[in-house]
């Protein structure tokens, strides 16, 4: 598809990397010369540089024959602009990035009356990842498919742990609970296991499987499974809004520390229930008598990130909370994830996952379209939800006899609203959702996967 994307900071520049390597065909809009020529030289993709608002660089970008403009700049007000302008002038699909909270409550009007196919608030995604998080305390990373009745978990095996020296074939034996461990990352490699793998101490495991089975699971290992009763946030930013806002509702403790005194009162009016307190949370004795020893979830969230990490870093030599730790850069990221800062949110990638995710689901028109897709362990591994459509190669078919490709399994199958964890004996039949977790990324439908 040809696709525009207006805005050249972090967000845009993921996506043009993504979107370009998946086969569009990418130019990229900025008023600024420097970072167009840094995106165009490093993606091989086009670029233009002016206002993305005005039609006539829309049109130098070729907006008439555009499939999908991405308004992504840092205001709100300008992708809105750039949006309205593309949809009149090239009838394209349109998505816009709008952080600002007081648009949340406005999102469904705005979307309609503009006629945009998508709005992505950046924040919000991120505040409600964390909530996911909070979840399972013991996790890295948890996201959701098929309307949430399956979730997918990521989880580091400790050293002791009942699941070490377990081969996966005799997981339901040992652990007497029945969920499928489709990806193990093991230092530097990232494998897709077959029954006769052995876990081992440090894993990274990726646990698919109906909620209640996750959290029968955890239990079963001696893992706390319950939702996290408070949490100490550094950083009063619009983030940390929407999660207090989520917590709260949940029934979770919140206390902010954040060091502007201006914005101290603005977030006692916004957040009536939360303990709002002013001081820098840099200072380590601040924190000890706020209590960082017994908190239950510690998340550094400021707009700093080795402030975030350090943070991160203090917490986890004082306390047990559960850590989540806000980074916006990624050049890092592998000495990042070597601090073992518990999770790390990249707002960014956030993003990027679900506009492409929209992306792949236009693209999709045969067979079985991609319902949802994520990306773990560094982008190495995709996990993609499909709807299995009549004609499909795969319907009607025992999983023991298709032939998938190497590094690709079936993670779950869900048939008329039931959930079944498949075995060689399960049949995929039309209008079921199935999940699938691969290595080789980039699929664009479920045949794909067949060799």
Do not use: W
């Given at each position: 598809?040809?696709?525009?994307?207006?805005?050249?900071?972090?967000?845009?520049?993921?996506?043009?990397?993504?979107?370009?390597?998946?086969?569009?065909?990418?130019?990229?809009?900025?008023?600024?010369?420097?970072?167009?020529?840094?995106?165009?030289?490093?993606?091989?993709?086009?670029?233009?540089?002016?206002?993305?608002?005005?039609?006539?660089?829309?049109?130098?970008?070729?907006?008439?024959?555009?499939?999908?403009?991405?308004?992504?700049?840092?205001?709100?007000?300008?992708?809105?602009?750039?949006?309205?302008?593309?949809?009149?002038?090239?009838?394209?699909?349109?998505?816009?990035?709008?952080?600002?909270?007081?648009?949340?409550?406005?999102?469904?009007f705005i979307k309609e009356e503009l006629g945009l196919s998508m709005i992505i608030n950046p924040q919000m995604a991120a505040a409600r990842e964390i909530g996911r998080l909070l979840?399972?305390?013991?996790?890295?990373?948890?996201?959701?498919?098929?309307?949430?009745?399956?979730?997918?978990?990521?989880?580091?095996?400790?050293?002791?742990?009942?699941?070490?020296?377990?081969?996966?074939?005799?997981?339901?034996?040992?652990?007497?609970?029945?969920?499928?461990?489709?990806?193990?990352?093991?230092?530097?490699?990232?494998?897709?296991?077959d029954g006769n793998f052995e876990l081992k101490a440090g894993d990274e495991i990726t646990i698919v499987a109906p909620a209640e089975n996750t959290i029968e699971f955890f239990k079963?290992?001696?893992?706390?499974?319950?939702?996290?009763?408070?949490?100490?946030?550094?950083?009063?930013?619009?983030?940390?809004?929407?999660?207090?806002?989520?917590?709260?509702?949940?029934?979770?403790?919140?206390?902010?520390?954040?060091?502007?005194?201006?914005?101290?009162?603005?977030?006692?009016?916004?957040?009536?229930?939360?303990?709002?307190?002013?001081?820098?949370?840099?200072?380590?004795?601040?924190?000890?008598?706020?209590?960082?020893?017994?908190?239950?979830?510690?998340?550094?969230?400021?707009?700093?990130?080795?402030?975030?990490?350090?943070?991160?870093?203090?917490?986890?030599?004082?306390?047990?909370?559960?850590?989540?730790?806000?980074?916006?850069?990624?050049?890092?990221?592998?000495?990042?994830?070597?601090?073992?800062?518990?999770?790390?949110?990249?707002?960014?990638?956030?993003?990027?996952?679900?506009?492409?995710?929209?992306?792949?689901?236009?693209?999709?028109?045969?067979?079985?379209?991609?319902?949802?897709?994520?990306?773990?362990?560094?982008?190495?591994?995709?996990?993609?939800?499909?709807?299995?459509?009549?004609?499909?190669?795969?319907?009607?078919?025992?999983?023991?006899?298709?032939?998938?490709?190497?590094?690709?399994?079936?993670?779950?199958?869900?048939?008329?609203?039931?959930?079944?964890?498949?075995?060689?004996?399960?049949?995929?039949?039309?209008?079921?959702?199935?999940?699938?977790?691969?290595?080789?990324?980039?699929?664009?439908?479920?045949?794909?996967?067949?060799?």
């Open positions: 598809m040809k696709i525009i994307i207006v805005g050249c900071g972090n967000v845009g520049a993921t996506l043009a990397q993504q979107l370009s390597n998946e086969g569009h065909d990418i130019t990229v809009v900025d008023s600024n010369e420097k970072l167009v020529g840094g995106i165009s030289d490093a993606f091989d993709v086009l670029g233009v540089v002016g206002n993305g608002a005005s039609l006539n660089i829309q049109r130098e970008a070729g907006v008439d024959n555009t499939d999908l403009l991405i308004a992504v700049t840092g205001s709100d007000e300008l992708n809105l602009l750039c949006c309205l302008i593309a949809k009149k002038a090239g009838g394209c699909h349109t998505i816009a990035r709008v952080s600002n909270p007081v648009y949340s409550k406005e999102i469904g979840k399972y305390p013991s996790a890295l990373k948890v996201d959701s498919f098929v309307k949430s009745r399956v979730e997918l978990v990521v989880y580091k095996i400790p050293e002791n742990s009942p699941l070490c020296n377990v081969q996966l074939k005799d997981m339901d034996r040992t652990i007497h609970c029945n969920v499928l461990i489709p990806v193990v990352e093991r230092g530097e490699q990232v494998i897709i296991p079963r290992i001696g893992v706390p499974a319950a939702v996290t009763k408070d949490i100490m946030m550094i950083g009063g930013g619009i983030t940390s809004i929407y999660l207090a806002k989520q917590l709260i509702a949940m029934g979770v403790k919140v206390k902010i520390v954040e060091r502007d005194p201006v914005r101290c009162e603005e977030l006692t009016e916004m957040l009536p229930k939360a303990l709002i307190i002013c001081g820098d949370a840099t200072e380590k004795e601040l924190l000890i008598e706020e209590g960082i020893r017994n908190v239950g979830a510690f998340a550094a969230m400021t707009n700093f990130d080795e402030e975030n990490i350090m943070l991160a870093l203090f917490a986890k030599s004082i306390s047990k909370a559960k850590l989540i730790t806000k980074v916006h850069r990624i050049a890092y990221d592998e000495i990042i994830d070597s601090l073992g800062i518990g999770s790390v949110i990249y707002p960014k990638y956030i993003t990027s996952e679900s506009i492409i995710k929209y992306v792949r689901a236009m693209r999709n028109t045969i067979g079985s379209n991609i319902e949802t897709l994520y990306r773990l362990n560094d982008n190495r591994v995709e996990v993609l939800e499909f709807h299995i459509r009549k004609d499909s190669p795969v319907a009607g078919i025992p999983l023991r006899e298709l032939k998938l490709k190497k590094n690709m399994i079936i993670g779950c199958i869900t048939h008329k609203g039931q959930v079944e964890m498949p075995n060689g004996d399960s049949v995929i039949d039309v209008d079921d959702m199935v999940i699938l977790i691969t290595t080789t990324t980039g699929l664009h439908d479920i045949s794909d996967a067949l060799k």
